[in-house]
């Protein structure tokens, strides 16, 4: 194709010319919920909005929009000696279980599911109750892995550590009872 070939072409779902337009033009995202994870058969999210979320969901749905964020925050009877050990032996065992029936039984779910659980025990211990918090040490633990042989990363595997935890505190919220 010549240069000098008058062609219109695609981009990003519009028809536009290969000039260069006079002024720069925003492209604009259609709104999605940011709230919504994304399905899965085994991470088995419940059918119900979840409860944590409800008020966000309430403020973006109509009348005033509310852009702040939501601090999500694990009980503080996770944070006693004992809540910590509990909890980080849950996550032990269901990101395992996760890691392996989302992807495939590998060593290294082994290693993957103890390092997370050991940066969410230590975090817990140290009385800190903040996901975000959470995550980021989290992230940072699993960065000393090898993920050569492997199908996760340091941050995928975080992440699908705080979604389990975050599914977990929505149970035991619905439940009513606090924890360990």
Not at 9 to 22: C, E, M, N, Q, T
Not at 143 to 156: D, V
């Amino acid at each position: 194709m010549s240069s000098s070939t008058s062609s219109a072409v695609l981009f990003h779902g519009r028809l536009a010319s290969p000039r260069p337009p006079a002024k720069a033009q925003p492209f604009l995202a259609p709104p999605s919920n940011p709230y919504r994870f994304p399905s899965s058969t085994s991470a088995r999210p419940s059918p119900a909005r979840p409860p944590l979320l409800a008020s966000a969901a309430a403020a973006a749905s109509g009348g005033e929009r509310d852009n702040r964020v939501q601090e999500l925050r694990v009980p503080d009877s996770w944070l006693t000696p004992e809540g910590a050990a509990q909890e980080s032996e849950w996550l032990r065992e269901t990101l395992h279980r996760w890691l392996d029936d989302e992807y495939c039984p590998e060593p290294a779910n082994v290693d993957i599911s103890r390092t997370a659980a050991r940066s969410y025990g230590e975090s817990l211990a140290a009385g800190r109750s903040d996901l975000g918090e959470i995550l980021l040490k989290m992230a940072g633990d699993l960065e000393s892995l090898s993920y050569r042989e492997s199908f996760h990363g340091a941050f995928s595997a975080a992440n699908a550590a705080v979604r389990l935890i975050t599914q977990r505190m929505e149970e035991v919220e619905e439940s009513g009872d606090g924890g360990p």
